[in-house]
């Protein structure tokens, strides 16, 4: 079959429109004999019988797995080069109490960038230590709130911060320990919405204006230097953006060194993952092998001993482990213009979520791909686009998608690689529930968080006699 002139160029025609790509589906995802996905051996059938749609799914084992390969490739590769390194999920990506504990049971910290993050992180029972707080605008309480439960760092994301926290741990008896985020210059090669080190942007101290930030935080009795830290961008696929923050990061941590310890250097996130067939995300275990050479390779220029070192991924870890599965209300095949008098047809297929669940492709045009999953189909594939049921011409799921041409009402959708900042970012556009969470796991499929019903929206309305408006 030839590609429809509306398909992008990395979009093929696939020879099989049921086949799952391993690098796109969580490790478990399967066919049954009737041809239903099944992940973690829990039908989709089942999940949206029991649970309705829309339904986020997560494979639980395969978040564990993740996050234990991904602590283990760090900890080897810079352990090669004599440093320690230490992982931190960036809970951002999707934190809830159970995510938070297989996390942790895998051996990794975890990173919160809000009040509501950390009560969140709390809540399921780490030690405090564990935690570090991320965040460019945080307010007194929650700075108060992190110092007094005795988190194992604070980020501090601008020179009139270190004051600030400085005098919270005062007041509060407390040494903190602090790293202090640079704005390296690097420009990490992903979607511009997404690069977060370029010099024109909110984040971090410039590097020029780093060592007076050093130096106040060494000053103070209350606060205690653990480095410096980076997170150059997300969904990134080669080690050469994180190489360059290294050799920056690395020239001031040894210009630091030489009045006081600088223990750690934190190397911040942004593996990427891949949505679709056409992305290929290097092994993590080769984007740690780069960066400890990277890292090697200037400790040895600049003559000084390589750091220990802290990572935080949070999309690397949950992303892939995550399935949306919607419900397909309406099928609509259009003529459209493709180029010059070209006409083609684009099937919209509108499902009963979109962005409230997941504002991805909303926000900054992210990629996803798209299967049913309630049966196979023999129906030759057509382009598709999975738009959502909001009131918004841009609210789309699925840019671009082959599906069976029998995709009709009532089947199943699902949406793979929805781990990482789906539920994270969902919200109720058009006073839409959000969707429950549901942890698969050896068979058995169980509610960790639980989703909303319209109740739940109508007791937030305070015209309305019984809502909660305190
Ligand atoms: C978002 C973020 C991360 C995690 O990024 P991923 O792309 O999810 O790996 C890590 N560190 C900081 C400071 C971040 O803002």
């Known amino acids: 079959m030839r590609a429809n002139p509306l398909a992008p160029e990395r979009l093929a025609v696939p020879a099989d429109v049921n086949a799952l790509a391993p690098t796109v589906w969580p490790s478990s995802a399967s066919r ?40 283990a490739a760090f900890v080897g ?33 975890i990173d919160v960038a809000s009040g509501g993050e950390l009560a969140v992180a709390l809540a399921a029972g780490p030690d405090p230590a564990l935690i570090g707080v991320h965040g460019n605008a945080k307010s007194d309480a929650e700075l108060r709130r992190a110092v007094e439960v005795g988190v194992g760092s604070i980020v501090l994301d ?34 511009e919405y997404l690069a977060t080190a370029h010099e024109d942007q909110k984040f971090g101290v410039p590097i020029s204006q780093a060592p007076e930030a050093v130096a106040a935080i060494r000053a103070s009795g209350a606060l205690r230097f653990l480095g410096l830290h980076s997170h150059i961008g997300s969904q990134i696929f080669e080690t050469e953006g994180f190489a360059a923050a ?11 060194l030489r009045g006081g310890p600088v223990p750690q250097l934190n190397l911040g996130g942004g593996f990427g993952i891949a949505y679709t067939d056409a992305d290929d995300p290097m092994p993590v275990e080769d984007i740690a092998d780069g960066m400890a050479a990277a890292l090697a390779e200037s400790a040895g220029e600049l003559g000084i001993p390589v750091p220990d070192v802290a990572l935080e991924p949070g999309r690397s870890i949950v992303g892939p482990a995550g399935v949306t599965l919607y419900r ?15 006409l083609a047809t684009r099937t919209y297929v509108s499902v009963d979520g979109g962005m409230s669940d997941n504002i991805r492709p909303a926000l900054y045009r992210a990629e996803y791909s798209a299967r049913i999953a309630g049966r196979v189909s023999d129906a030759e594939p057509v382009l598709a686009r999975v738009a959502g049921k909001h009131c918004e011409g841009g609210d789309i799921l ?32 058009n006073w839409i529930p959000r969707p429950p969470v549901v942890a698969v ?28 408006t305190t």
């Not at 041809?35 to 084992?61: N, Q």
């Not at 004599?82 to 999707?94: E, L, M, N, S």
């Not at 290294?246 to 630091?256: C, P, T, Y």
């Not at 209300?329 to 010059?340: F, I, N, R, T, Y």
């Open 398 to 429: 699925v840019h671009a998608e082959y599906l069976p041409a029998d995709t009709a009402p009532g089947d199943l959708l699902a949406v793979p690689a929805t781990g990482a900042y789906g539920w994270a970012m969902s919200n109720n556009y």
């Open 328 to 342: 397909v209300e309406v099928v609509k095949p259009l003529q459209v213009h493709a180029s010059g008098d070209v």
């Open 246 to 256: 290294i050799r920056r990061l690395m020239a001031l941590h040894a210009e630091l």
């Open 32 to 71: 049954d004999e009737h041809g239903v996905l099944r992940i973690a051996g829990v039908s989709a059938r089942a999940l949206a019988d029991r649970f309705g749609t829309p339904v986020y799914v997560v494979d639980e084992a395969d978040v564990r797995a993740r996050a234990a390969r991904i602590r």
């Open 77 to 109: 590769a810079f352990g090669e080069v004599g440093a320690t390194a230490r992982v931190y999920y960036a809970g951002k990506a999707f934190l809830c109490t159970e995510v938070a504990r297989w996390v942790v049971d895998a051996g990794l910290g």
């Open 158 to 191: 601008s020179i009139a911060e270190v004051d600030r926290v400085a005098t919270i741990a005062a007041e509060l008896g407390r040494i903190q320990p602090v790293r202090l985020r640079i704005n390296s210059g690097v420009h990490a090669s992903t979607h």
């Open 441 to 468: 796991r050896d068979g058995a499929a169980r509610v960790i968080v639980r989703g909303e019903t319209i109740d739940d929206l109508l007791r937030r309305d305070a015209g309305i006699e019984g809502s909660t």
